[in-house]
């Protein structure tokens, strides 16, 4: 069973910077896409995506703030937050698809305060 194990959320004021650390239990190479999402009232929404040959994708309302990143030798995915902003507030979960399975991380409050 794939595990996944996000660390880094909190508290931060308008315009600071927060990292997300999402660790698997498996080699981050062996799924085809893992990513970072974002949980608001009523919707699970798509925040960063890194696919197994290192492209990226981002939400239009991230884009220039955040940057995912992995290290295939710890088995980690980042998320590097920038420029905060008080609708970024959420709960930040990890995810990670191999064929037509994701499996998801417990989540990882993040706040930010204007």
């Known amino acids: 069973q794939v595990q996944l194990a996000e660390s880094g959320g909190g508290l931060a004021q308008a315009g600071e910077s927060l990292r997300l650390t999402c660790t698997a239990s498996?080699?981050?190479?062996?799924?085809?896409?893992m990513g970072w999402y974002r949980q608001v009232p009523g919707d699970r929404q798509l925040v960063a995506t890194i696919?197994?040959?290192?492209?990226?994708n981002y939400d239009d309302s991230v884009k220039g703030r955040f940057t995912i990143s992995r290290d295939g030798a710890s088995n980690t995915v980042y998320l590097q937050m920038t420029s905060l902003k008080s609708e970024d507030t959420a709960v930040y979960y990890c995810?990670?698809?191999?064929?037509?399975?994701?499996?998801w991380g417990q989540g990882t409050q993040v706040t930010v305060s204007s």
């Open positions: 498996e080699n981050v190479f062996d799924f085809n896409y």
């Open positions: 995810k990670a698809r191999r064929a037509r399975t994701d499996y």
């Open positions: 696919n197994v040959g290192g492209v990226t």
